[in-house]
Every structure is written in structure tokens, then in C-alpha cells.
Nanobody
Framework: VQLQASGGGLVQPGGSLRLSCAAS????????MGWYRQAPGKQRELVAA???????NYADSVKGRFTISRDNAKNRVYLQMNSLKPGDTAVYYC??????????????WGQGTQVTVSS
């Protein structure tokens, strides 16, 4: 599965950004899609994830500020980020897990998109 992410950029503290990610390839179903981030010198961490049924989970640090959503028909996932803080600065990666048309498990990562929160 190939994932293409977009929507990163430079924003001032308190601002908003919306990330998008599209999955393509021999996909039968995508069970889970998510966003991870990695700041310089830190490990990659889960930001938010959503199942095909719409169940979501968020990192404590982003609860109430970020919203994940998906379009199952288009194999797309979105991350609406509001009230951004300098601590949100990182490279954001989208992730997808599911199965292809032959029943084999799929795991894919996007190329990463930079989010910088700075005045």
C-alpha cells in the first residue's frame, strides 16, 4: 500500500492545519489508519488513530485539539489540528493497516510531512 500525505507547513502558535493522506494500491480493506509524529531527537509516537468503524484514540497531549477522520470509500484519512503549540512541531507520518485482495496483511507509511509551530 502506498500512502501520500500532504498539508504540513509553518503556522503560528494557536493556529490550525489540516493534514490529509491518501492510500492506494491493491487494497481490499483498511482496518486502521493513523497519524504518528517524530520530533528531532525523539521517538516516533502515535498522535491519533481511527478504525474503519469510526472508533478513535488520541495521545493525551492532543486530546481536545486534534480530530482524526477518514473517508472509507476514498481510503483517505485526515487530521485537523487546532490550537497548535510549539511542542507539536514534528514530522507527521500517516499509517495504514489492512489486507490486500489476496488476504495478505498490509502495513504502509507515508513519506512524512513537516509541521512547524513557531512565531
Amino acid at each position: 500500500v502506498q500512502l501520500q500525505a500532504s498539508g504540513g507547513g509553518l503556522v503560528q502558535p494557536g493556529g490550525s492545519l489540516r493534514l490529509s493522506c491518501a492510500a492506494s494500491g491493491n487494497i481490499f480493506t483498511i482496518n486502521r489508519m493513523g497519524w504518528y509524529r517524530q520530533a528531532p531527537g525523539k521517538q516516533r509516537e502515535l498522535v491519533a488513530a481511527i478504525t474503519s468503524g469510526g472508533s478513535t484514540n488520541y495521545a493525551d497531549s492532543v486530546k481536545g485539539r486534534f480530530t482524526i477522520s477518514r473517508d472509507n470509500a476514498k481510503n483517505r484519512v485526515y487530521l485537523q489540528m487546532n490550537s497548535l503549540k510549539p511542542g507539536d512541531t514534528a514530522v507527521y507520518y500517516c499509517n495504514a493497516e489492512g489486507f490486500d485482495g489476496l488476504g495478505f496483511a498490509l502495513v504502509g507509511w507515508g513519506q512524512g510531512t513537516q509541521v512547524t509551530v513557531s512565531s
